[in-house]
């Protein structure tokens, strides 16, 4: 499992993904939002393009990735 190395620094990978996840069930959001554009250049800045255009596309008619764009 991952360590935070300073005080008080958010938990990193699974850990933060599963402190996300609980406070999400709960009505909250993360402290620290994250622009889904700033997600959507990070991928593709770090995935090879069959990766990036395989997430990045959707599939059928896009009706998650709409889901989605709306509920961020």
């Given at each position: 499992?991952?360590?935070?190395?300073?005080?008080?620094?958010?938990?990193?990978?699974?850990?933060?993904?599963?402190q996300?996840?609980?406070?999400?069930?709960?009505?909250?959001?993360p402290?620290?939002?994250?622009?889904?554009?700033?997600?959507?250049?990070?991928?593709?800045?770090?995935?090879?393009?069959?990766?990036?255009?395989?997430?990045?596309?959707?599939?059928?008619?896009?009706?998650?990735?709409?889901?989605?764009?709306?509920?961020f």
């Amino acid at each position: 499992m991952s360590e935070s190395k300073e005080p008080g620094a958010l938990p990193t990978g699974p850990e933060r993904e599963l402190q996300i996840y609980a406070l999400g069930l709960s009505g909250g959001k993360p402290s620290v939002p994250v622009p889904l554009d700033l997600l959507e250049q990070k991928a593709k800045d770090i995935l090879v393009p069959q990766a990036y255009d395989y997430v990045a596309g959707g599939a059928g008619g896009e009706e998650t990735i709409r889901a989605n764009r709306e509920a961020f």
